[in-house]
């Protein structure tokens, strides 16, 4: 980053995004990883993401372009991060597909970051926390803190093959599928519980499981 | 970039320290009692 340039902020800028939950089927300590939604990507863990340039392999430190469609890109807030979600669960209804093991949190933003009408395109990204996992068979979004869920693993060839290259990742590393408490019934396969599942995102990348704003709105009514 | 919608503008963030949490939590070493007993 250009040190001869004027920072207009000190802190970081909070956004809302989705991850897609991957893990180690092998039941290794804290096993499972955050992966990025739309690139074979896995966030790496302690560290912070830094956007690369698609097109040249290279990376944009100093140099992040205003109209590369790269970026690490974020909602400015959960209300817009929902209505995507509304949208592409519409779309899934239509194709019957959704990207498994789909996660809804905050994204701590710095660096260069392209403002945009409704989100953000960053150079540097963390994860901060996560609050609401998507259903794979009911495409509900649920709460994370308060609701029961529990992971399998992708099973390959039952044709949900969405932005997955195989070969991006390491050979023990399977997408996860997450299932709420009203569906969970409809399973007999079932590789990590709730508890299981939080308590390895949270050690491995140090972040915080928060109430949804949509549970506390409720709540609050 | 129709999910974010039109750029608006560049902004630059310099935190005065990255938000990554640290790589060990530090926990408090228990300290053995002969120790204990031989600083007193």
Not at chain 1, 127 to 135: A, I, K, M
Not at chain 1, 145 to 170: A, M, Q, V
Request: proline share 7%.
């Amino acid at each position: 980053m250009g040190k001869s340039l004027v920072p207009d902020y000190i802190t970081p800028i909070t956004g809302w995004r989705f991850w897609r939950i991957f893990g180690n089927k092998s039941k290794t300590a804290d096993p499972l990883w955050l992966g990025s939604i739309v690139r074979s990507q896995l966030w790496p863990p302690k560290e912070r993401l830094e956007a690369e340039c698609g097109e040249s392999g290279s990376s944009h430190t100093g140099s992040l372009k205003v109209y590369c469609k790269w970026g690490i890109s974020a909602y400015k807030s959960f209300q817009y991060a929902l209505e995507d979600f509304n949208e592409r669960v519409a779309k899934a209804r239509q194709r019957l597909g959704f990207e498994p093991g789909t996660v809804l949190g905050k994204v701590k933003l710095w660096g260069k970051i392209h403002q945009h009408q409704y989100g953000y395109r960053a150079q540097f990204a963390y994860p901060f926390s996560l609050v609401s996992g998507v259903c794979i068979n009911c495409l509900r979004l649920f709460d994370l803190k308060s609701e029961d869920f529990i992971l399998r693993y992708f099973t390959f060839g039952s044709g949900w093959l969405f932005h997955y290259n195989k070969e991006n990742f390491p050979p023990e590393i399977f997408p996860g599928e997450l299932m709420c408490s009203r569906c969970i019934d409809w399973i007999a396969e079932v590789d990590l519980e709730r508890d299981e599942v939080l308590s390895s995102l949270e050690k491995k990348y140090g972040i915080e499981i928060e109430e949804s704003p949509l549970l506390s709105s409720i709540l609050n009514k | 970039m129709s999910r974010i919608g039109e750029y608006e503008k560049t902004i630059i963030v310099e935190p005065l320290e990255e938000p990554i949490p640290t790589k060990e939590i530090p926990k408090e070493v228990p300290v053995p009692l002969k120790k204990l007993k031989k600083n007193l």
